[in-house]
């Protein structure tokens, strides 16, 4: 696989690349975090995963659990594009358990790259030497969560000299998975509040968004807080639409989540 033009121009550009899919020639966005990510965090990569992909930027990140596999499960269902970097070889996904979200990721559009040969086992070391080629195809790192050590912290140390703009998701000062964003914050990294302040300030960095993100539309299983992080509108005309929506009969509100109900009149 041909480097791309992005990955020669950091300061050790690898020597050669295997995958498979295709690599956009376009600048993506770094959605990275830790393994062991609360719920709180892999909700938030799946927001900002499925926001960056709808405003057609790629979205790269290592596949490893938590914040990275949540963010391009959120692409793979959007059908945006999203680059796999791993720390093993290509045709050696770790964890094992990404292997299907690996292929999807390539059905999409996307692809899973590496600079070690096929069969190269995963081994600790690799992984930092391959989050430079994470911040290298990105203008942007966001990190989601991050403890005070671990990959996320080193991708966006390597995106600082590699000139790139590091954001993150601020936390709770006694989460010690929020501590690495909250000091990145601290240090001069934009915080981000939400998808629709991480696009603006993309459009800002990036330029104009190359696809319009589509409206979220009110579906069956969303829940209140999806929806009203989801939209652009004040939550004041979200929760009216809801109840618009209750009235009509076609979606109610039942544990939390919106359900399918009959219309009104129906006989089902």
Not at 14 to 43: F, H, K, M, N
Not at 96 to 103: D, I, K
Not at 198 to 221: D, K, M, Q, V
Request: with cysteine; glycine share 12%.
């Amino acid at each position: 696989m041909e480097v791309p033009s992005l990955l020669r121009l950091i300061p050790d550009p690898p020597e050669t690349l295997w995958g498979v899919g295709q690599v956009p020639d376009r600048p993506g966005v770094a959605i990275v975090g830790t393994r062991r990510c609360t719920s709180y965090g892999r909700r938030v990569a799946r927001w900002l995963g499925e926001a960056v992909a709808r405003a057609g930027w790629p979205v790269i990140s290592g596949l490893a659990r938590g914040v990275d596999a949540a963010a391009h499960q959120a692409v793979v269902q959007t059908s945006g594009v999203g680059v796999a970097v791993l720390g093993s070889g290509a045709d050696t996904v770790y964890p094992p358990e990404n292997g299907q979200l690996a292929s999807d990721l390539v059905a999409t559009g996307g692809a899973v790259i590496s600079e070690y040969q096929p069969g190269t086992p995963p081994a600790p070391f690799r992984f930092p030497a391959r989050n430079r080629l994470i911040s290298g195809l990105s203008s942007a790192v966001v990190v989601v969560e991050a403890g005070l050590t671990g990959g996320a912290l080193i991708t966006a140390r390597l995106a600082l000299e590699q000139g790139k703009e590091v954001l993150a998701v601020p936390g709770d000062i006694d989460r010690p998975t929020s501590a690495g964003c909250n000091l990145l914050i601290r240090d001069g990294a934009h915080p981000v509040l939400g998808a629709e302040d991480l696009i603006n300030c993309l459009e800002f960095i990036l330029g104009p968004a190359p696809a319009a993100p589509a409206p979220r539309t009110i579906a069956s299983g969303d829940t209140v807080d999806e929806l009203v992080a989801a939209s652009d509108r004040p939550v004041s005309e979200v929760l009216a639409e809801l109840a618009r929506r209750e009235l009509e009969g076609g979606l109610r509100l039942e544990s939390g989540r919106m359900v399918t109900a009959p219309k009104k009149g129906s006989l089902d």
